[in-house]
């Protein structure tokens, strides 16, 4: 049996010897296909239980106000802890963390699988989403902290690329666990299977990823922590629950609040830094070029990307009458494109720079015209063959900027702020997900009534095709090379 030993990521030197700047392990290839896994988990579980909705809710009764907070409440429980997370990664060893957050992973998800009712099946969803939190701003600190140069580029757009293609293979992957109904386990197989995965991904980490931590560790910033978690716990959660329970009072209360505890948190996070502190999302971390032009298109195309994934799922299956498994099927064409596009980032990125992420938001345009014309002129009579086209340009478009976005918010990160850094991204990341599906759902559904299935969801695509043209614009503010 291998020394664990060997796993630490500095060497030591003997008492007598003068002593030498740490030496970071290297991650291996195996190293780095564990941490993706267990990145893809958490991305994955964000999507598949969308197709599953409708047999949760005939065989629990859940109702459509608890429908939504399953998908809500592992949504807020995730964006509000990541960057808590990967301050805990950075203090903590972020190999010890991601083992943990792969543990409670696992078991979250068995008891979201046996739960024998609609609370339950919340409650646990909401944990689950809190051991997410923990588990994923590990995958990218530990990239920073063991990779350089050609290596580092190469893994981040495997990142970029785990991220977008696990979104949408969760809503494929969703569909055909409840076609096929494993052993009458129905929608339960969405989290069931979890559980294994994550057994593995363990065992192999366990041996496999070196453990880093920042040279620096620095106290939880406990105001900041509980500020930012009311300023998204404000916003995401009346926008998300507020029309499927009827917009209710408290839920324009919170969005009421929302402004004065997003300004609160950004005045403690100042002072904080001002007074030589560690704030939870130092406000320096925004003075950073690539930090800021790069979260700042990262906002509009995952508010964008979730809401089409959320809409598409819906009028596929209630417009077209799709199966789950077909509505899965659909997404196929996106996934691989987006896989390919993503593959070929670092090469593309090195030669023309920003220009790639330009070119990629025109070719997504274009793959959304090319959609909404298909729907236009075959509806209701539109099959899975007849959105392959536009599906894998619009792939392509995506993988042209998620991963390349991504890199651009990382490539001049220091190494000791890799866990703030990519837990902030990751949270911009997942806020602006469950915003699409908040606005961009809340439009679909709106229109429904009034116009049909069809015209709600071509309004839907033509905004978010608004949505593409500003992230175009912003991306004229990117550094023009990257490194």
Known sequence: MSDTR???????????????????????????????????????????????????????????????????????????????????????????????????????????????????????????????????????????????????????????????????VGQVLGGLLVSVDLAGTGWRAVFLVNVP????????????????????????????TALLAATLITLLLPLTEGRAAGWPLWSWLLLAVFPFVGTAFVLVERRAERSGRTPLVPPSLLRIPSVNSGLAMIVPFSVGFGGFMFVVAVALQNGLRYGPFAAGLSLVPLCATFFIASLAGPRLVGRFGRRVVIAGSLIQGAGLIALALTVHASWPGTSVAGLAPSMAVLGFGQGMVLPVLMRIVLSELPVAQAGVGGGAMVTTQQSGLALGVATLGTLFLSLLPSVGIRDALLAALLTQLAIVAGTTALALRLPRSVR
């Open 197 to 224: 995965i994550a057994a593995a991904a363990w065992l192999l980490a366990a041996r496999t990823v070196p453990e880093t931590r920042s040279p620096r560790p620095s106290r939880v910033d406990g105001p900041g």
């Open 6 to 168: 060997a796993q630490t990521p500095t060497l030591e030197a003997p008492a007598d010897a003068p002593r030498k700047p740490a030496v970071p392990a290297l991650l291996t290839p195996l190293g780095l296909l564990t941490v993706l896994l267990g990145a893809a988990l958490p991305m994955i579980d964000f999507f598949i239980v969308n197709v599953a909705l409708p047999t949760i809710d005939h065989d629990l009764h859940a109702g459509p106000a608890m429908l939504e907070m399953v998908v809500a409440g592992y949504g807020v429980a995730y964006a509000t802890l990541l960057v808590l997370g990967g301050r805990l990664g950075d203090m903590v060893g972020r190999r010890r963390l991601f083992l943990w957050g792969l543990a409670t992973f696992g078991l979250t998800s068995l008891a979201c699988g046996l739960a024998p009712d609609a609370g339950t099946l919340v409650a646990a969803r909401v944990t689950q989403g809190a051991a997410a939190a923990l588990l994923l701003p590990q995958v990218l600190a530990t990239i920073q902290a063991t990779t350089s140069g050609k290596r580092r580029a190469r893994a981040l757009s495997l990142y970029g690329g785990t991220a977008g293609v696990s979104s949408a």
